[in-house]
């Protein structure tokens, strides 16, 4: 039973609930007078009715794949009546990411969702997070080693996996491959990759040359992309681990009459992805429901508090878009579904 849920709705058993937590996690979870006090600040508030404060903390807001992770929030914040937002650093900044954090904390947010793209930067601020009594998880990219209450998100390395499955079933078990990164120092990305290596790793024949890293600067991508494949003209698959390689990589393959010629495999379900699925240029995308990465938590972290809900993490698992699905996605795209 979690110490935060606990302490809302039966704080007459606070010294009992302090033993057991003990007991519970061998010891390694701390308990302060700061997260008491600011634990039944947050259950006062919940019996009052007053509005709670939750903030959705993404490492790369600047990118349009955010943009459906904040639709998602939005929509929790007004099905449940929270003051709910996502915010962050506009491009990929562990730093920023952090300071970020270190302000909520510091504001006494009643609730914290955070991708987490560095374990060793940001572990240690989630667990200030819950010393201070802020019921916090992650999301999208989970906090490996971490006192995090919950992920809410894909398993990255069984994406990465997928993927290179679908790249050996359209090139066969033969070929050279080039792997893609918009931030490939990035946690999320560096699960993924091990995934894809994982399962290129069965195939002797199958050489992966390398990864490049990108950015997400729009010309920058698309000018390393296009002086990788120039580089390696015999490459047979490209996987692309994300948002912004992903549609960048089409759109080089489209401009360069490739279609057909390299196996294009990639993530997330940009409109320009799906139109490359359509134009036989990426052969398929993999979405995570990014929608759901930024609804999830807010309704976990709401009913948590409100109804002592208990916080179970929740996979957002892997959807294949090929050329068999593409017109179902491309219609629902067109209709103001939220695609991504």
Request: charge should be negative; aromatic fraction near 6%.
């Amino acid at each position: 039973m979690s110490r935060f849920r606990k302490l809302i709705f039966s704080l007459a058993v606070i010294a009992a609930l302090v033993v057991s937590m003990v007991s519970f996690v061998g010891g390694q979870t701390k308990s302060t007078e700061a997260e008491f006090k600011l634990a039944d600040r947050i259950a006062e508030r919940a019996k009052k009715g007053e509005q709670l404060v939750i903030r959705v903390v993404y490492h790369n807001t600047g990118i349009a794949f955010a943009q459906i992770i904040k639709l998602g929030v939005e929509a929790a914040a007004k099905e449940f009546g929270v003051d709910a937002q996502m915010i962050g650093p506009v491009e990929p900044s562990v730093g920023q990411q952090v300071a970020i954090v270190e302000s909520l904390i510091a504001r006494k947010v009643d609730g914290l969702a955070i991708s987490n793209v560095s374990a060793e930067a940001l572990n240690p601020v989630i667990e200030r997070a819950l010393d201070a009594g802020i019921p916090t998880i992650s999301f999208n990219s989970d906090a490996s080693g971490s006192k995090r209450l919950a992920f809410y998100g894909q398993d990255l390395v069984q994406s990465g996996k997928f993927e290179a499955g679908i790249l050996v079933e359209y090139m066969g078990t033969k070929g050279k491959v080039l792997i893609f990164s918009c931030d490939a120092a990035g946690a999320w990305s560096k699960d993924r990759e091990t995934g894809v290596r994982d399962g290129l790793g069965k195939y002797p024949d199958i050489e992966i040359v390398g990864i490049v890293n990108t950015g997400v600067e729009e010309q920058a991508c698309y000018a390393a992309i296009e002086n990788a494949l120039l580089a390696n003209k015999d490459i047979t698959g490209i996987a692309a681990l994300d948002a912004v390689t992903t549609p960048a990589i089409g759109r080089y393959i489209l401009r360069n009459n490739l279609a057909g010629k390299i196996i294009h495999v990639g993530h997330d379900l940009m409109p320009e992805t799906l139109q490359n699925i359509k134009e036989g240029a990426t052969n398929a995308s993999l979405s995570q429901d990014p929608y759901n990465q930024g609804y999830l938590p807010v309704k976990a972290i709401f009913e948590y508090i409100t109804k002592g809900v208990v916080l179970e993490s929740s996979d957002t698992g892997v959807l294949r878009v090929d050329e068999k699905n593409i017109d179902e996605y491309i219609e629902k795209l067109e209709k103001g579904e939220p695609i991504g």
